[in-house]
């Protein structure tokens, strides 16, 4: 069974950047996808990006889209997550996920099938 650990929160001011980890382990690991997602109190986890493991192809969200990067090291069998120019708004508790069987909806987390303890990312202004 797959387990994953995010790493790389914290408290930061706004305009500022974040790196944020996710290392799966487990026994021969493989996946379709590994999707970054999060939650903020009081809302619903929300999809931020996805990448493809096999081809490195990624998906965002809106709010992501140019200041977010995500990537991937197959060897280390770990995810990144690259935030820049990080808002208030971007505070959450942020959450990576496997999606070991392939589905079409890798923007939905019923796409997922595993997920970390989540890492929590606090923006000041």
């Known amino acids: 069974q797959v387990q994953l650990v995010e790493s790389g929160g914290g408290l930061v001011q706004t305009g500022d950047s974040l790196r944020l980890s996710c290392a799966a382990s487990?026994?021969?690991?493989?996946?379709?996808?590994m999707g970054w997602f999060r939650q903020a109190p009081g809302k619903e986890r929300e999809f931020v990006a996805t990448i493809n493991w096999r081809n490195g192809n990624t998906r965002y969200s809106n709010s992501a889209k140019g200041r977010f990067t995500i990537s991937r090291d197959n060897a280390k069998n770990t995810a990144y997550l690259q935030m820049n120019s990080l808002k208030p708004e971007d505070t959450a508790v942020y959450y990576c996920?496997?999606?070991?069987?392939?589905?079409?909806?890798?923007?939905?987390?019923?796409?997922?099938?595993?997920w970390g303890q989540g890492t929590q990312v606090t923006v000041s202004s």
């Open positions: 487990g026994r021969s690991f493989s996946t379709w996808a």
């Open positions: 996920a496997v999606d070991q069987y392939g589905s079409r909806s890798i923007d939905s987390p019923g796409a997922y099938n595993a």
